[in-house]
């Protein structure tokens, strides 16, 4: 009898050799209390939070914190159900709402996940004769949507106009189309350039959908993400997005001025078969997604944070994913595994906690530090996350 | 030259810089397994295959595409 867990053991043998030389494991740690969205304890050891994506630090907030304890009350602590059943309460429909005012679009959608969103709509609306043209360092959520469907897949190189526009050219015109981009990449935190990516879609006559996950409360002049700052989120089909992050929760939605949108609600299987957020997860979401649209001051703080950071670590000697910064996540490339996991450990000795990203999340087969910055880091903490980056750098060699 | 020897000439020679193990290439080398490319390497060199020859190659066609014979094969068709 063959062990069906045998191809694993390439994985199980290089996390082996990674632990055995003493290295802590960098994907198990436990936060033993949270204080606030910048400050957990970790190890019995206060640690500055730099790899939450808890961008716009809703989590701890009074008026979303109230929501969610308010909606348990009244309608208790799950529902048991699906959303064409018996799961869609009065706090669904307002979370749907508010995404809309949001958005400023016609119809939301919400999701149980920010994974779930992507593999439902893109396996769902692209079929078996229809083409999906996407980046290649698209997030896994968007392969995994590809693999759920069976549509003809067309992957073109990152972030490059001229590639995304030859394959456009060279398919059947008359073919349904489905171009699926990013606002903000999460591996090295660099933005798609959408204005001519989106015009170049439509030229072609396909639907675009762009996830803006990590721009979603922080990117545009109303938070709407990367499509609205290059002023081309008119021209956009589907925009996926997360509770996890900005909103400071979790689910995932997809707003649509489409006219036949709502008829995916009971096409779309990710969305069907699958109980639906408890009432206290919309409640909080909602009240989340309404203040993020009313925080021009906290987007200001934490462009400023992004950018000291950024200057800071490179004036430190490190390699960072983008010449400059342009979201909330900075990304520090590291030589290798072994010296990133050294280094991720280092910085936790200091207290302070980031994102250690490998293979095959990372492009080009990179170990990244990945940073991303809060709008409710004080100057002071980022001042302090650059002495730690210092010494943590200079103890492991990193820097000189 | 016919067509097909055009075609596995040409594919030859967009190999040959990624061909990093020196390996003796003919149309049964099997690209995973005798050339040890990784995912990037082949997304990289399908790319430069579609812009050489002004075709499409689906990653639902190069999960049938194990061999450089099998790519001339499926060159050959998509170009009929």
Redesign the interface.
């Known amino acids: 009898m063959s062990d069906l867990f045998s191809k694993f053991d390439p994985i199980i043998e290089l996390r082996e050799t990674l632990l055995e030389s003493g290295q802590t494991d960098p994907f198990n740690l436990v936060m033993e209390r949270v204080e606030s969205p910048t400050v957990a304890i970790c190890n019995g050891k206060r640690t500055i939070l730099l790899g939450t994506y808890n961008y716009m630090g809703m989590t701890f907030d009074p008026d979303v914190v109230a929501a969610g304890k308010q909606a348990l009350d009244d309608y208790g602590s799950g529902t048991t159900g699906s959303r064409v059943l018996n799961g869609t309460y009065a706090g669904h429909k307002a979370c749907e709402e508010a995404l809309k005012d949001f958005y400023g679009m016609d119809h939301a959608m919400v999701f149980s996940t920010g994974y779930q969103a992507n593999l439902g709509i893109i396996s769902t609306i692209a079929g078996k004769d229809d083409?999906i043209i996407l980046d290649?360092d698209s997030h896994a959520s968007i392969y995994d949507g590809?693999a759920l469907g069976n549509a003809?897949?067309?992957?073109?190189?990152h972030n490059d106009i001229e590639?995304l526009d030859?394959?456009l050219k060279?398919?059947p015109p008359e073919a349904g189309k489905l171009v699926v981009l990013e606002g903000v990449y999460s591996m090295l935190g660099d933005i798609a350039p959408l204005k001519e990516m989106v015009a170049v879609s439509k030229g072609a006559g396909a639907m675009v959908l762009v996830d803006e996950a990590h721009s979603m409360g922080f990117i545009g002049e109303h938070g709407r993400g990367v499509a609205e700052a290059q002023g081309v989120l008119d021209d956009v089909d589907f925009v996926i997005g997360t509770f996890s992050k900005s909103v400071g929760t979790v689910g995932g939605f997809c707003v649509s001025n489409h006219p036949k949108f709502e008829i995916l609600r009971l096409v779309c299987r990710p969305y069907v078969f699958t109980a639906s957020l408890p009432p206290s997860v919309v409640a909080t979401a909602a009240t989340s997604i309404r203040k993020l649209m009313d925080s021009a001051d906290k987007r200001a703080h934490l462009w400023e944070n992004s950018k000291r950071l950024h200057a800071g670590l490179r004036q430190l000697g490190f390699t960072l994913g983008t010449d400059e910064p342009q979201s909330a996540i900075i990304a520090v490339i590291m030589p290798d595994l072994e010296k990133g996991a050294a280094m991720w450990e280092a910085l936790l000795n200091e207290g302070l906690y980031v994102n250690l990203a490998r293979p095959?999340a990372t492009?080009?087969?990179m170990t990244l530090l990945r940073c991303s910055l809060c709008a409710l880091h004080s100057e002071e903490q980022v001042g302090e996350i650059l002495g730690m980056f210092a010494a943590a750098g200079r103890a492991t060699g990193c820097i000189s | 030259m016919s067509d097909r020897s055009q075609t596995l000439a040409k594919v030859l020679e967009l190999i040959a810089p990624l061909n990093k193990k020196g390996v003796d290439v003919s149309e049964a080398t099997r690209f995973a397994q005798d050339l040890e490319w990784d995912s990037l390497t082949v997304l990289d060199f399908v790319a430069t295959i579609e812009d050489e020859f002004d075709v499409i190659i689906t990653m639902n066609m190069q999960a049938e595409i194990e061999t450089v014979g099998q790519l001339i094969d499926a060159l050959g068709k998509l170009q009929a």
């Open positions: 083409y290649i590809c003809q897949i067309v992957p073109f190189r590639a030859k394959r060279r398919l095959p492009p080009a087969g």
